[in-house]
């Protein structure tokens, strides 16, 4: 048998948007993350302080990981079964902080929503489409669990407040 790794060029589903309401939540999005969040060891891929795996404990994040389902079965057109935020946290970037390549296989789909960035905070990079996003408060970038990704540093002294999740089918068995 032989495995191997083919590049390939494939068009890949990425999607953004902006969240509804997000100002209602984000302080309470914040108080979650800075009350959870500690020296990250969990990963080695990350110079932030992180949160547990499970955030969603907090209505603010279950709103938040509502939101990013509810905008992937939209698109969803094949429905497989209902989607479920498997996984969701929180990381604070301070400074030159960034997040090394990385990707969430074998989650169906990532996300990622910045709760908190300010100018000149680290973009996100998705090397293998090309992509790179300019973090905005509000915004959310939803894509394929495979896709490899980093973050640059930001610039200065800088703190930028993010929250990643993987989205997994609860599939059907009839």
């Not at 990013?68 to 094949?78: C, H, R, Y």
Request: with cysteine.
């Amino acid at each position: 048998m032989n495995i191997e790794k083919v590049k390939a060029n494939i068009e890949v589903p990425f999607i953004q948007f902006e969240l509804p309401n997000f100002h209602d939540y984000r302080p309470k999005i914040i108080n979650s993350i800075e009350k959870e969040a500690v020296e990250n060891k969990f990963e080695n891929l990350s110079e932030g302080i992180r949160t547990p795996w499970y955030l969603i404990k907090y209505d603010a994040i279950k709103w938040l990981a509502d939101q990013i389902t509810n905008v992937i079965g939209k698109f969803d057109k094949l429905q497989e079964g209902s989607l479920f935020c498997n996984e969701i946290w929180g990381i604070i970037y301070k400074g030159k902080n960034n997040h090394k390549v990385h990707n969430h296989y074998p989650a169906i789909w990532s996300a990622v929503a910045y709760i908190d960035c300010q100018e000149g905070s680290g973009n996100t990079v998705w090397p293998d489409i090309g992509k790179k996003i300019k973090p905005v408060d509000g915004n959310v970038c939803i894509f394929p669990g495979y896709l490899n990704h980093y973050v640059e540093p930001s610039i200065g002294e800088i703190k930028r407040i993010i929250v990643s999740c993987n989205i997994m089918y609860n599939r059907r068995t009839q």
